[in-house]
């Protein structure tokens, strides 16, 4: 199935690196690298393999992936050893100094607290010693980057643990932490079983983000919409459905597409290769998106990496990489005064 509608005939050259300055899904377990692991094995006192080959052979998703769930299995290395206060500080601490090493001028990090918590910790303690980490990473900066965190509830996860985290983000607000999000395996656990939860987090004005519209179709998405997202992670599914593209941009909501990962996991049917990446369906449209890693280690990638890969595909200008990096910038979880001075950070960045 060929979905390269309006592809352009040749593509440009063009540095990828002005364009990739904000990543608005980012996982940080899916993100941290091998010598991460070894330091955060040491700290825990966790058996992990020594070998860094054998390490990044079990972080990063096989060549052959066949479905999000597959993908998902990565993540349990890294979670086994983020366990203490310690590790978790380390964690987030070392892909902020990563991301600032790589050019990148802002990010929102996510996790999922509830993941954390089977050495003792609560949620709250989890969420506090990421923030620690979180600032120490910013200190140590050498390029302005900033970041803020994102608190992921989980699909299959308890409805109390949901709440809990959705309380935490209320608790952190403002203080290093932005927003709520639903991950986790969609086609198992749809996003209708969570109204309440989103329910909730409406009640308490917290900000919300969902994984949609990437292991399910375009119902998921609508539902992500009537739920309150301001963003939607994926929803790459709706390339076929002009509706439901009408409907995000009547709401100005954001899509934040991952093209490698998508492509891992299968996250649109029939489509296996880059050349095929419907963006171009939605930049026609002028939906709003913007361009993100999912996971650096897990994909194997970076921002840049990403962005280069539409540029060579023919299926980006730098016009279209602008235009995504304003609309990132504008569907931050900041404030307008935030956003504006990033819009200005960026402009240089891209001029030069």
Do not use: W
């Amino acid at each position: 199935m060929k979905n390269n509608r309006n592809k352009l005939t040749a593509p440009e050259k063009v540095d990828a690196s002005k364009y990739a300055l904000v990543d608005l899904h980012l996982h940080l377990d899916g993100s941290l690298t091998a010598d991460d692991m070894l330091q955060m094995a040491r700290m825990e006192g966790v058996q992990i393999p020594t070998d860094r080959e054998v390490l990044r052979h079990m972080l990063i998703c096989p060549e052959v992936c066949q479905s999000l769930n597959e993908y998902l299995e990565c993540f349990k290395l890294p979670l086994s050893v983020m366990q203490t206060r310690d590790t978790i500080i380390y964690s987030m601490e070392s892909l902020v100094r990563r991301l600032d090493h790589d050019g990148l001028i802002y990010a929102e990090i996510r996790y999922a607290p509830q993941q954390h918590i089977e050495k003792g910790l609560t949620q709250d303690e989890v969420v506090a010693a990421s923030i620690e980490g979180l600032h120490r990473g910013l200190s140590e900066c050498q390029h302005g980057f900033t970041a803020n965190i994102i608190l992921s509830c989980l699909r299959g996860g308890s409805e109390d643990t949901n709440m809990e985290t959705v309380r935490m983000v209320k608790k952190y607000l403002g203080q290093g932490v932005v927003a709520m999000d639903l991950a986790g395996a969609e086609a198992r656990f749809p996003t209708e079983l969570y109204r309440d939860l989103f329910a909730y987090a409406r009640e308490l004005d917290v900000p919300i983000t969902l994984h949609a519209g990437e292991a399910a179709g375009v119902e998921s998405i609508h539902l992500a919409m009537d739920y309150g997202a301001r963003r939607i992670d994926h929803g790459i599914r709706s390339y076929n459905d002009a509706p439901t593209r009408e409907r995000i941009k009547e709401l100005d909501i954001c899509l934040a597409f991952t093209p490698t990962s998508n492509l891992q996991t299968k996250a649109v049917p029939g489509i296996a290769h880059i050349e095929d990446y419907p963006i171009r369906v939605f930049l026609d449209d002028h939906v709003p998106c913007c361009i993100n890693t999912d996971n650096i280690t897990v994909s194997n990638t970076t921002l840049k990496h990403e962005f280069q890969k539409l540029f060579d595909a023919g299926l980006l200008t730098p016009t279209d990489a602008e235009a995504i990096v304003t609309s990132a910038i504008r569907h931050t979880f900041i404030t307008p005064e935030e956003q504006e001075k990033l819009m200005e950070k960026a402009k240089e960045r891209m001029k030069q």
